[in-house]
């Protein structure tokens, strides 16, 4: 799970890297306890090429998730199509190219089980990235719009409604952890507390450092 993990992790990041590499930025890639960020002077490019930078890294992990499938469709068919019983998600053809290699690798271990976790990895964590909260990466969109509609005040905005999104979304695992465990959650009630609670401080904090800073005409 854990090398699995670095992998999707640096797939996603060298997606923004690459990216920012293709505008002329090179990038540094920081891992952290909770991910990873592609570091890089990317706030010198103009608002569409970073918004190109910030899409590259889903775009990335959904990539990797289409080769995933090319190589072996077993592990989306049954962990995600079969497991959410959502039988339209199913692959529509028959072939892939394990089948052209080794048929029985498909349900050996531990090839299994990295297929399992690389799927899901790539699928969620890439939907989880495009919540519009900052810092991920659906926040950083966010942000983008934001300060085009107002450059003065965007800012302020798009921190607010981070805070509003990630607090939600905390107080929605809460009342799954300790009421409705029935209730469907993309990750661990318990995880979605501490994250989203997370985000939602650092969000007020930065609002509150954001509205105190004298206004200019841009950020």
Not at 151 to 159: K, N, Y
Request: hydrophobic share 55%.
């Amino acid at each position: 799970w854990i090398l699995c993990t670095l992998v999707s992790v640096m797939v996603h990041e060298l997606g923004h890297a690459i990216m920012g590499r293709v505008f002329g930025l090179p990038g540094n890639i920081t891992l952290a306890g909770m991910g990873g960020q592609a570091v890089g002077n990317f706030d010198t490019l103009r608002s569409w090429q970073r918004v190109l930078v910030i899409l590259a890294g889903p775009g990335a992990g959904f990539l990797l998730l289409f080769a995933l499938i090319l190589v072996n469709q077993r592990p989306w068919n049954l962990n995600v199509a079969d497991a959410l019983d959502l039988p339209m998600l199913k692959i529509p053809w028959k072939w892939d190219l394990l089948d052209q290699i080794n048929t029985n690798l498909k349900t050996t271990p531990p090839y299994n089980e990295i297929m399992k976790f690389l799927c899901w990895m790539n699928l969620f964590w890439n939907i989880i990235n495009l919540i519009p909260i900052i810092p991920l990466d659906g926040g950083m969109l966010m942000r983008e719009g934001c300060t085009v509609v107002s450059p003065v005040g965007g800012l302020w905005v798009a921190f607010g409604l981070s805070f509003l999104f990630a607090g939600v979304i905390a107080v929605y695992c809460l009342f799954v952890l300790v009421w409705r465990r029935d209730l469907p959650t993309v990750v661990d009630p318990f995880f979605g507390i501490l994250m989203f609670g997370m985000m939602a401080v650092q969000n007020f904090m930065s609002m509150i450092q954001v509205a105190r800073v004298p206004r200019r005409t841009e950020y």
